[in-house]
């Protein structure tokens, strides 16, 4: 990429996320000359009150850019380099009810996993199948960089259903990779990652020609959990058994009875306290003297995200060749797996995007087989996302570990598709071709 300068458009700019990714271009200022940065988001307010943060931060590091808020799409996408996904359709309170409706039914709601990370892919995809498809109008050689969860599942429907440049992109790998070198004092290991967004392991640690995993299953070592995710961890026998060391969304499926008692018993959902925290960090964006990045953005579960996104960024422009965990499509990296199936694996990254490193000779069965059940549960959701077939829909859910109970399936998916009527046109097509 030989421009001068890049435009860079952030859709879903209103969200309290947003000064981590500033921060990023701030520190990478010198690498990435950025001419043009347009906030977009559908919130006014949040626009607004993020808007003007953002630009006092940028302003204050005598970073040489136009800043421009806009509620329009096209506006934002018109010419853009860069495109970076963080929206939420629905907001929080949506994300409230995929969490709550479950419970009355014996299921998790989660955002990203179970019934509730179901929803919000329904709620999802279609919006970002929309941005694909203004992108091929408006800016048909920018690179959509999208962590909007289910990640994993939106990088499978966009991949798979439009013709953009895309990858999807997690704080977790990041963070995994941080505390495992941390924990067992290495500078730069290199590290195994297999997975599917949010359903992944760390299958080898290797530095100066010695294999630190046994190290590390000796040692019972977990990574960081995520601050999101009300941990509880992983046991030495429960982590030897495995073979690798999990991520912490693995403790809802290896543990789905003890997550399920503790969201039944918790006062405030996980989506209630972010609508508190996100109402104090608005609060706190409002100060005009405010302008850096504030601690109490870290209570949110977005730690790291400048540092992976804007470092993406920077590997395509500047064409790095660098090793990044990234979702894309297969493509023949894991050979127990589809090509057209999205995964989380380690990738090359240049100016040509994210090329997976092939595996070879991967033989954990529990891994191999997990990933195929998921992933096979992943594909009917974007079926269901993009046909509005219920029968995608109850399909997907009967295969999804935390679901599988019909009785409970169906009078749950009735009762979240009803709440989330007003983000669901694709099974309400007869009442949208009335209007």
Excluded at 156 to 170: D, F, Q, R, S, W
Excluded at 225 to 230: D, L, S, V
Excluded at 320 to 329: A, S
Excluded at 413 to 428: D, G, I, M, S, T
Aim: proline share 4%; glycine share 8%.
């Amino acid at each position: 990429m030989a421009k001068d300068s890049i435009k860079i458009a952030i859709i879903g700019s209103g969200s309290t996320y947003t000064p981590e990714l500033i921060e990023g271009m701030i520190r990478r200022k010198n690498v990435l000359p950025i001419g043009e940065l347009v906030l977009m988001d559908i919130d006014e307010r949040k626009l607004r009150v993020v808007g003007e943060l953002c630009e006092r931060m940028i302003r204050a590091a005598d970073v040489p850019c136009k800043v421009v808020m806009t509620q329009d799409l096209d506006e934002a996408l018109r010419g853009a380099d860069f495109v970076l996904g963080q929206i939420r359709v629905g907001k929080l309170p949506a994300r409230v009810l995929d969490e709550k409706i479950p419970l009355k039914y014996g299921l998790i709601g989660q955002e990203t996993c179970g019934i509730g990370g179901f929803f919000k892919a329904m709620r999802t995809i279609p919006v970002m199948l929309h941005i694909a498809e203004r992108m091929k109008e408006l800016c048909p050689d920018a690179w959509l960089i999208n962590f909007s969860n289910p990640a994993g599942i939106n990088t499978e429907a966009i991949l798979n259903h439009t013709g953009v440049k895309m990858m999807g992109l997690c704080n977790v790998p990041y963070n995994m990779f941080k505390s495992i070198r941390e924990s067992l004092q290495l500078d730069w290991p290199r590290i195994e990652y297999v997975g599917l967004n949010h359903l992944s392991w760390i299958t080898a640690i290797e530095q100066d020609g010695k294999d630190y995993l046994k190290t590390a299953l000796d040692m019972g070592l977990n990574s960081e959990a995520m601050k999101n995710i009300p941990s509880s961890g992983f046991s030495k026998e429960l982590i030897q058994m495995v073979g690798a060391i999990p991520s912490s969304y693995l403790e809802y499926y290896y543990f789905k009875n003890k997550k399920l008692k503790i969201v039944q018993e918790t006062e405030l959902s996980r989506g209630e306290k972010c609508i508190q925290i996100e109402e104090d960090l608005l609060g706190i964006y409002a100060d005009s003297k405010l302008h850096t990045k504030p601690e109490l953005l870290s209570s949110r579960g977005g730690a790291n995200y400048s540092e992976v996104a804007i470092s993406l960024v920077d590997a395509i422009y500047n064409d790095k060749q660098e090793i990044h965990v990234v979702n894309v499509l297969n493509n023949g990296a894991l050979d127990f797996m589809e090509d057209t199936d999205a995964v989380e694996v380690c990738c090359v990254v240049g100016k040509d995007g994210a090329k997976p490193i092939k595996l070879e000779g991967f033989d954990n069965r529990h891994i191999i087989d997990y990933m195929r059940m998921v992933k096979a549960y992943e594909r009917e959701t974007v079926a269901a996302a993009v046909s509005g077939s219920e029968d995608a829909a109850m399909r997907a859910l009967l295969m999804n570990p935390l679901v599988g109970d019909y009785d409970a399936a169906y009078g749950a998916f009735q009762e979240l598709k009803e709440a989330h009527r007003a983000y669901l046109p694709q099974f309400f097509k007869e009442e949208a071709n009335a209007k």
